[in-house]
């Protein structure tokens, strides 16, 4: 799925982990990455909790797509900091996936919580 990803493979996101259900990578933040106040923007920390949805929900070989998902910021993220994101599947059905993402910084502070809903469809990946 990376491959094809060029939206991931552009962020700098890093895979460390994809099982059933599950995903954990990791991205950098950089210059380019970072708002008017200096600050991580909010939509870089969505960018990797969506990445780490998508690898988690299409991680049993089923096309999933988002239909629903939501993001609390808890700390900002500065220039050089170190994001890992883990996705844990709360529940699949069969046309419905919920997930959670916390992303965490390199003190394995709190820096985001997310929430995602998939539709899980009948295409198989290849």
């Not at 599950?22 to 909010?42: C, D, Q, W």
């Not at 929900?57 to 993001?71: D, L």
């Not at 709360?90 to 929430?115: A, M, P």
Request: glycine share 8%; with cysteine; aromatic share 8%.
């Amino acid at each position: 799925m990376m491959d094809g990803d060029a939206f991931s493979r552009w962020l700098g996101i890093d895979i460390l982990e994809i099982e059933k259900g599950y995903s954990k990578l990791r991205m950098t933040i950089k210059e380019p990455m970072v708002n008017g106040f200096t600050i991580a923007h909010g939509g870089i920390s969505y960018s990797l909790s969506d990445s780490a949805l998508a690898f988690a929900a299409n991680s049993y070989g089923m096309q999933c797509v988002s239909i629903e998902t939501s993001i609390s910021h808890t700390r900002p993220a500065k220039i050089g900091d170190v994001l890992t994101a883990e996705c844990t599947e709360l529940n699949r059905g069969k046309t419905i996936g919920i997930y959670q993402v916390t992303i965490t910084n390199q003190e394995n502070k709190k820096v985001s919580i997310f929430k995602g809903t998939v539709h899980i469809s009948n295409n198989v990946w290849e």
